[in-house]
């Protein structure tokens, strides 16, 4: 038999708990991404207000799947590195030989990377900010969805209800950017025309942005502090993997390369050197992407190129405009969009507050994040 929370279309506030609550992070990242889905569904069913910060999440959350489960981009690592050796030509002599005795270096190196950690210490940050703000702020999404049920008229002693137990103060330890969006989403709502509409929107699912985006400034540091990756650490394990080989690797190297070290180190510093390049731009590149459906690629470094829709394009909402200007050089272009840093705030709160800007209209994002793994596998 069902209950009413079975049939309810977004997660309940108990239901977010016992997701945020799971300890296997690749398992809670899927029932994250798919509860942000419904509830970015179910507010713009009641709203009709086009993307919601959830809407946002739900793509973030999936992204960050990725770098979660590490073994991925172990798989994605040996396929890089196979590419890369090919390209700067490592003796197939020498490939041949390690093959011949047994050992596949290819695996014995993302072995490697995988002991020493750098893959895992970014998903397991990554993880961590992904369970931190769900368990906050889809929290309130669900609350809020639950205490208002008509949230194109909210009354004021229901938003009031809902404001009092959130903390007072700005980010990370006080909640007044959060209340300050549920009144703006209500203001949405209540809204006489498409550009009011929209213009409350985006300050609503910016307001959450920043606030997101103060809390998690500890795990995205983190995340981007693990890639790092010490070569003499490397080339010491790399040595311990490769010391059984070493006859056959003397024999082999010593004709292709008469250098004064040993062949098995040189060999090694070799790997170190190629390993932590192509480590570091796979992280990398995966962090600092965002894949949006059907299939398209945002590069976070780029400035984007997507024209705002004709509601936003020029933007007259005051307290928007104040909070646009704080992060946008130039308010009304999406020049300069593209991030150099991630682990800064204000570049990041530019990128994401022109994303927002840009996608606000595309209803491609409220596709279902199941379908659409399906058909990026195709």
Known sequence: MNTPEDQSPFPSESEVARIAALEDPAARNRQITEAYWKLSTE???????RANWCTFATWASQQA??????EDLS??????LHASWKIRGVDAILIGVLEESGLDLLQAVVDAVSALGPLRRSGDAVGRGNRKVFAEIGLQFSRWLAMCPDVRDPSDREMAAFSESLASGPP???QDLLKQA??????????ANETDKAQFMLLADLQIGCHEQTRLQPEIQAALDGLL?????LVDFLMSSLGPHQGRLAKAVNKVWPFEESPLERVAKMLAEDVREVERVLVTENLMSLWLPPGEVVQLGRDLTRPF???LQNLTNPDLLALVEKFCPAVNSEAGSGVRDWADFNQRMRFIAELFRAYWDDERLFTSPSTAVVASQT
């Open 43 to 49: 507010v713009e069913r009641r709203l009709e207000g």
């Open 65 to 70: 799947g990725v770098t979660i489960r590490h």
């Open 75 to 80: 798989n994605a690592l040996r396929e890089r």
């Open 172 to 174: 990370p330890d006080g």
């Open 182 to 191: 549920f009144a703006n989403y209500r203001a949405a709502a209540r809204a």
């Open 229 to 233: 990756l010490e070569p003499g650490d």
């Open 309 to 311: 829709p004709e509601a």
